[in-house]
Nanobody, 118 residues
């Protein structure tokens, strides 16, 4: 059974930075793409960043140039470095493995709350 544990969220001022982590278990981590999603208040969950098993990355236009996704296969962990944060980045952030772009494979974890506010 796949388990996903997200961490690293918090309250940050506009323009600030945060680094999110997601530890995955129950899968052969290195074989999967890993994706970060977010769900803001009253909004649908959206895909914001993905990293393939080979290390290729892709980002939603709304975060391109501000967010960086990376992975450590030895630690079964995917990261999301977020900088120049904006109030509209406020959301619960989730990770999920995938084999096909934008198609999550596992049940959702608890997520980690990111609040951008002054």
């Amino acid at each position: 059974q796949v388990q996903l544990v997200e961490s690293g969220g918090g309250l940050v001022q506009p323009g600030g930075s945060l680094r999110l982590s997601c530890a995955a278990s129950g899968i052969i981590f290195r074989l999967y793409s890993m994706d970060w999603y977010r769900q803001g208040p009253g909004k649908q969950r959206e895909l914001v960043a993905t990293i393939t098993s080979g290390g290729n990355t892709d980002y939603a236009d709304s975060v391109k140039g501000r967010f960086t996704i990376s992975r450590d296969n030895a630690k079964n962990t995917v990261y999301l470095q977020m900088s120049s944060l904006k109030p509209e980045d406020t959301a619960v952030y989730y990770c999920n493995p995938s084999l096909k772009y934008g198609v999550p494979l596992a049940s959702w974890g608890q997520g980690t709350q990111v609040t951008v506010s002054s």
